[in-house]
């Protein structure tokens, strides 16, 4: 019903899509001298003058006199080079930093697994053995806080910019994981889970954010699968880290313990970070802004970049409340971005993650460490297929692409339960299909639905639209952990994943109808077509 609810209030996708389909705006053209060369050479003389061409009046003649002519020969040499080694390292000064926040995914990644396997353990030292409820509270415990993250994010992030703020928003982390490892009680545990959550919501907000906003335009996607590898590494970790969990009962405090590392070094390792250009300029602190560009995006319009910014805050303005949300373009996108977590939420991935052991169990697997730890690495490989692949293929092929590969998976799955052709077929067409189903979401679903939204945000609006987003993601998380076993029971294995089998076909024909592509083109030029279109 809800999901029906967004899709008749989506206005048509042709209305977004024609306006991004307008023609580019150039924002990467040649060094201004190469631009003058260019010129002459076009016009059939290989030759260099001592003056700009009166045609180009963009060119100073300072620029130009920079080229001699004997350099003529050497510049096409080198350019040949270039283009036939395919060298294009325009990423790399931008990439320790985009690293360093994405250790905010690794750690979201290391909480979710990290109560996996020494659940019982814990349950039994802090003395709510045989409760499921206490159980699932203390699993699910941080949900809560992280969706109260994911709102209070946007002023946050508005008033300190996302270096610092992601800074602040570690220390919630760090406090959580150390009150879980000194826990003696179930109290102690869940506020330990609770602040935990705190910070996660934040967090994983935060940092596709940061890294739209400061990846150069050519490799944002790329760049912005680091969150989802960040946080498959997490998971592999935690799974790796809980294998002596099974000979000794108190492992439990050390891989808590061992959480706060990470931790501490993000916070000094976003302390040698760069802020968003784009938050620089909201906040009017040009200057900055422009070392910024100039250190990481490795372009020489730095000018250009910057009066793009400032034009985008100038028409859209500095200044924004969630009832902005609530006209267009900005309700459009914020209704796509939680329409995009819902259907992920109910195509069914946490219900897989979350109780990966007892799913393979079911399938004829035993033991849940080796099972979870088959999906981390599946969901790790899927990621880093998918960073080779969003910015050839571009975000809405392989969010189509995903979705229908996941129903295909969750269909096997079914298929192999409800036909066995004999116990050990079974299982395995069971097991290639949940393997599948993983590498499938880590390909599209899993980090074109985050990054995505930020792409088509309004600078004005982005942080809400992101904060909303999240929270619609949290919301449904939550449901479907805390209803995942009671309708596995009620109804079996084989039911519940044939409803996830067609809530990713309902996602993959939302994509087909609703999500446009964004590949190639800048945050500045997507967010004025809309403007110009609404």
Sequence with gaps: MQASAMLLHLPHHSSIASSLRAPKLS???LHQSRRCLSLQLKRGRLQARSSPPESD??????DWERIEPETVSEVLMKEKGEKEAGIDLSWLPVFPHVLTASMANFLFGYHIGVMNGPIE?????????????????????????????????????????CKRTLQIDTIPLILGAFLSAQAHSIDEMLWGRFFVGLGIGVNTVLVPLYISEVAPTKYRGSLSTLCQIGTCLGIITSLSLAIPAETDPHWWRTMFYIACVPGLALILGMQFAVESPRWLCKVDRLDDARGVIERIWVTEEVEKSINDIKSVVETSGDQSSWQDLLVEPHKTVALIGGALFFLQQFAGINGVLYFSSLTFHDVGITSGALASLFVGITNFGGALVASYLIDKQGRRKLLIGSYLGMACSMFLIVSAISFPLDEGSGHALSIIGTLMYIFTFALGAGPVTGMIIPELSSALTRSKVMGFSFSVHWVCNFLVGLYFLELVDKFGVGSVYSLFGGFSLLSAAFAYYFIVETKGRSLEEIEMSLIKRS
């Design 57 to 62: 009046p963009q060119t100073s003649g300072s």
């Design 27 to 29: 924002h990467n053209q």
């Design 121 to 161: 353990d814990i349950a039994r030292e802090l003395g709510f053995e045989g409760n499921p409820f206490l159980q699932g509270l203390v699993v699910s415990i941080f949900i809560v806080g992280a969706f109260m993250g994911s709102v209070a994010f946007s002023p946050l992030v508005d008033n300190f910019g």
